[in-house]
């Protein structure tokens, strides 16, 4: 059993060089709490970006101080981290604990002999990010490429941080999950894995499994119990073996999760007991869903298809991709993510990508998408950059990231794909000159990724690359690809009507934001079309001459700066009916 004391809420935080603590939050990060305190300015607003990259350089220190009452008994505690972000040494009690250096990853520690009962002291000092990267690459025997930031391939962190065409550079740095102390008991039930092995005439066979942390000696069984609006559809108990459970199931007129317009979005209950002397122990229950994911790749006459297949039925995919919903992470809310898929659903998408330049998302939005139907395809993270994966600390971090990300989110029936990276191979093939190396990423993307997702989750397709297909990963022809040609390129927009891809997994037009929000980031002298705020605004190179050159293309000339923002809008929704 293991009973959970959060950590969350106020710490105290300071600059390394300073003497002086301030007020923070966790989960949270260094620039929210400087924002709390009014030691910078919104970056948001007109150009006070520029302010928080003066931050870069800087090494601060969290710390939490808190008492702790022992349970009668326990087995074992620890401490642990849900996102570090990104490298920082821990200390609890004066003694180190490690260091973190992955902020997709949770870290946890051994206290049970560190800990007491009063005046515990729990320090994280964030080493400077950005000096810690230049000071490595500036090390490396290898030259990588890499777009926005050169040294940000040697590290695990989200990509977006250093800037991207669609975004500020924000290099966020605190403890942006949740932080806790677990205490255990006797038994500990992990990595929960619930699947569809085949569907057969409205049967459905399933497989439950787990892994079990036990430190009791006693015989400890696992009753395994499948529910459907709270109808128990199937139950068993099975030893555990090895410190593994695992039951398989048949499933009489099983009801299916479809994507969104196709069909139902059924969920099943699960739940996981485990028993000792028919006490229980340790309880685990979580939700998930029937159905089989294939993706159709057959030879055609114009070269191959790509059409995910669910439950039988070949899907027309529609939907975007999705990038972190705020550049702080902390800041956005379960119910934020309802809204934002609710949004999806309403516009009769079905398929969002989770782009791999930003984070593995929070549950909620698995939570979300697989509530309303939503598959996810769902990129690891990595991005427009060569890697260092000819080095074994890179592979390890690699793996281990890979693992964790699929014990997380592996029972989500709207997961239908996982994808190696965003546009590397592309990179290699058009960009870089690499071909098709072993390495720079390629032994990540070829080797470690599908090994482990071969491994790990059988129940869903993994994917190279987005895009790929063909000797140009960028083919029309088969696989995925990305159009940029005309936003990105100065194509026509009509060219939009040439493409004959077979799979659409990236593509966009740009148009001003909503008149609110321009006027939430903007003083009333900022607002015409090439003032330094509005240009400074919008990442992309050339971005504002560019919805210039397709105004002026499509519709003429605006009378003025709010008709521009709103014909830029009627040009973009023009534009992307033609993809």
């Not at 620890?78 to 040494?89: N, P």
């Not at 902020?103 to 729990?122: A, G, R």
């Not at 066979?205 to 787990?210: I, L, T």
């Not at 003025?560 to 923002?565: A, L, P, R």
């Amino acid at each position: 059993m293991e009973n959970r004391i959060s950590l969350n809420g106020t710490w105290q935080f300071r600059e390394a060089t300073s003497d002086d603590w301030l007020e923070g939050k966790v989960p949270g990060c260094v620039q929210l709490d400087l924002m709390a305190q009014n030691k910078i300015s919104d970056p948001f607003y007109r150009m006070n970006e520029i302010e928080c990259h003066k931050l870069e350089d800087k090494e601060w220190i969290y710390r939490k101080e808190f008492d702790f009452e022992f349970p009668d008994e326990f087995d074992e505690i620890k401490l642990v981290f849900e996102g570090i972000d990104t490298l920082a040494d821990i200390y609890f009690n004066g003694d180190y604990l490690g260091t973190a250096e992955n902020m997709f990853i949770s870290y946890e520690y051994d206290v049970t002999d560190l800990i007491k009962e009063k005046n515990n002291v729990l320090e994280v000092y964030f080493q400077s990010i950005i000096k810690t990267i230049r000071s490595t690459e500036k090390d490396s025997p290898l030259k990588l490429e890499s777009s926005f930031e050169s040294a940000r391939p040697y590290i695990r962190k989200a990509q977006y941080s250093f800037g991207w065409d669609w975004g500020p550079r924000l290099v966020q740095v605190g403890l942006w999950k949740d932080v806790y102390i677990s205490v255990i008991k006797d038994a500990v039930i992990e990595k929960p894995f619930f699947y569809t092995e085949q569907l057969k005439e409205g049967e459905a066979y399933v497989r439950v499994s787990a892994s079990v942390s036990y430190f009791t000696y006693f015989d400890l069984k696992a009753e395994v119990t499948i529910l459907y609006d709270g109808e128990v559809c199937g139950r068993k108990v099975v030893p555990i073996v090895y410190g593994e459970i695992d039951a398989a199931f048949k499933i009489d007129e099983a009801k299916l999760w479809y994507p969104n317009g196709v069909g139902p979005q059924n969920l099943y209950d699960i739940c996981i007991k485990l028993t000792m002397a028919d006490v229980v122990v340790d309880e685990l229950s979580f939700r998930s869903g029937i159905r089989v994911v294939k993706l159709h790749r057959e030879k055609d006459n114009i070269g191959e298809s790509f059409i995910f297949e669910i439950n039988g039925i070949k899907i027309f995919a529609k939907g975007a991709d999705w990038i972190p919903a705020d550049n702080f992470l902390s800041r956005i809310t379960k119910d934020d993510y309802y809204t934002f898929i609710k949004l999806a659903k309403d516009a009769n998408m079905n398929m969002l990508r989770v782009w791999g330049g930003g984070i593995y998302e929070d549950e909620a939005f698995y939570d979300a998408c697989d509530e309303m139907g939503i598959m996810v395809w769902q990129d690891f993270m990595y991005a427009c950059a060569q890697y260092p994966d000819q080095l074994e600390w890179f592979q390890q971090l690699a793996a281990s990231e890979a693992q964790e990300v699929l014990f997380r989110l592996r029972n989500h029936p709207s997961i239908v794909l996982w994808c190696g990276n965003n546009e590397n191979n592309m990179g290699f093939y058009s960009w870089w000159g690499n071909g098709d190396p072993k390495y720079l990423g390629n032994y990540v993307y070829k080797e470690i990724l599908p090994q482990i997702c071969r491994r790990y989750d059988p129940s869903r397709p993994y994917w190279v690359s987005s895009p790929y297909g063909g000797v140009d990963p960028n083919s029309q022809f088969e696989g995925d690809r990305h159009h940029w040609n005309v936003w990105s390129g100065w194509a026509d927009i009509k060219e939009y009507l040439a493409d004959e891809s077979r799979f659409l997994s990236e593509f966009g037009f740009q148009s001003m934001p909503d008149w609110k929000t321009i006027l939430s980031y903007t003083n009333e002298e900022d607002r015409s079309i090439l003032s330094p705020v509005v240009v400074s605004h919008n990442k992309q190179v050339s971005g504002m001459e560019r919805l210039i050159r397709y105004m002026i293309s499509e519709l003429g000339f605006p009378k003025d700066f709010k008709s521009f923002v709103y014909l830029t809008q009627f040009n973009q929704a023009e534009a992307i009916k033609k993809v």
